[in-house]
């Protein structure tokens, strides 16, 4: 499972927002724009991490929506965290929504 973490630490996080990333990107690219002084401003830790199938994590040739989501309870867990927000933008969207229904 792998992810990049901005902003604030842990220890000093109000808000973890977990990004899906847009099509054809990965964890690295965060949301394009977010300045780092802003998550630190209001005490943000930006987790974003690598779809299945992208970047490093495990391929999963029968992806799809359900199993996003069940990634997304899955990386919340290996965090030891059970309420953390879900933010998405571009195509990394229909990710977070697919977390909504789940």
């Given at each position: 499972?792998?992810?990049k973490?901005?902003?604030?630490?842990?220890?000093?996080?109000?808000?973890l927002?977990?990004?899906?990333?847009?099509?054809?990107?990965?964890?690295?690219v965060?949301?394009p724009?977010?300045k780092?002084?802003?998550?630190?401003?209001?005490?943000?830790?930006?987790?974003?991490?690598?779809?299945?199938?992208?970047?490093e994590?495990?391929?999963?040739?029968t992806?799809?929506?359900?199993?996003?989501?069940?990634?997304l309870?899955?990386?919340?867990?290996?965090?030891?965290?059970?309420?953390?927000?879900?933010v998405?933008?571009?195509?990394?969207?229909?990710?977070?929504?697919?977390a909504?229904s789940y």
């Amino acid at each position: 499972m792998a992810y990049k973490e901005r902003g604030v630490s842990a220890d000093k996080t109000r808000f973890l927002m977990i990004v899906p990333h847009a099509f054809l990107s990965s964890r690295f690219v965060g949301i394009p724009g977010v300045k780092d002084s802003l998550l630190e401003e209001f005490g943000i830790n930006l987790l974003t991490y690598d779809l299945l199938g992208f970047g490093e994590s495990d391929p999963h040739p029968t992806r799809n929506l359900e199993s996003s989501a069940t990634y997304l309870s899955v990386l919340g867990d290996a965090l030891g965290v059970n309420k953390f927000w879900v933010v998405g933008y571009s195509s990394g969207s229909i990710h977070a929504r697919a977390a909504l229904s789940y």
